[in-house]
């Protein structure tokens, strides 16, 4: 079946550093994939998608690029801020009638 | 509104007591999925719905739980005889049917805690 590997965590960072956030996946046929996160308090939202080979999704500094033969959909970030701190999840659909299936989550947290 | 709409955002519940979370998903969406979410256990997919399609209820854990979603929008989660290990947040998420790129977009949340 499906799954999604994330690294361990938690990872702390201090302000302007850069970051990777490893993603690895198992999949039946050609997913497409996504990063959602978590702020504190708050629900979970898309961050970013890429649903073929070589794309790149990005959103509000994140990066992630869809690599087919690594099966790997690592996000990065160049500088991060305070303000990022949350619950990082890499996600997986296959085909448009099923599920998301999620990695376990890595919680970032950035000081100041 | 706007978004996936759930309620209550917050419920205790004594053990053994029968409850239901509603989920208003958003216009014009036909697919709908339960997740559940516990410390240290990540995101849990419960069931999902699509339009007239059977449910996949494929990821309900025992049969205590149950899902039904009445004219093809709100939906209703019933968790019976609650026990200790069904405290968790439950979240809904709903997406307009096509690829499997489409986002899904998701509610809230509804904090159950069974005491």
């Known amino acids: 079946g499906d799954s999604v590997t994330q690294m361990e965590g938690p990872v702390t960072l201090s302000e302007e550093a850069f970051l990777t956030i490893n993603c690895t996946y198992t999949?039946?046929?050609?997913?497409?994939l996504f990063w959602y996160v978590q702020y504190p308090g708050e629900g979970l939202q898309l961050l970013l998608k890429?649903?073929?080979?070589?794309d790149k999704g990005s959103n509000k500094g994140f990066e992630a690029t869809y690599r087919k033969e690594t099966t790997s959909f690592h996000l990065e970030k160049g500088s991060v801020q305070v303000s990022d701190s949350a619950v990082y999840f890499c996600?997986?659909?296959?085909?448009?009638?099923?599920?998301?299936?999620f990695g376990k989550g890595i919680t970032l947290s950035v000081r100041p | 509104g706007a978004g996936v709409s759930q309620s209550p955002s917050n419920k205790v519940t004594e053990k053994g007591k029968d409850v239901e979370l509603r989920c208003d998903p958003i216009?014009?969406?036909?697919?709908l999925y339960w997740y559940r979410q516990s410390l240290g256990q990540g995101l849990e997919f419960l069931i999902y719905?699509?339009?007239?399609?059977?449910?996949?209820k494929s990821g309900l854990p025992s049969d205590r739980f149950s899902a039904e979603r009445t004219g093809g929008s709100v939906s209703t989660l019933t968790i019976q005889r609650t026990q200790q290990e069904d405290s968790a947040v439950y979240l809904c998420?709903?997406?307009?049917?096509?690829?499997?790129?489409?986002?899904?977009?998701f509610g809230e949340g509804s904090w159950l805690t069974v005491v």
């Open positions: 996600a997986l659909r296959t085909g448009a009638n099923s599920k998301l299936t």
């Open positions: 719905f699509q339009g007239n399609s059977a449910p996949d």
């Open positions: 999949a039946t046929g050609y997913p497409s």
């Open positions: 216009s014009g969406h036909t697919a």
């Open positions: 890429a649903t073929k080979a070589d």
């Open positions: 998420a709903s997406s307009l049917p096509g690829t499997g790129g489409n986002t899904i977009y």
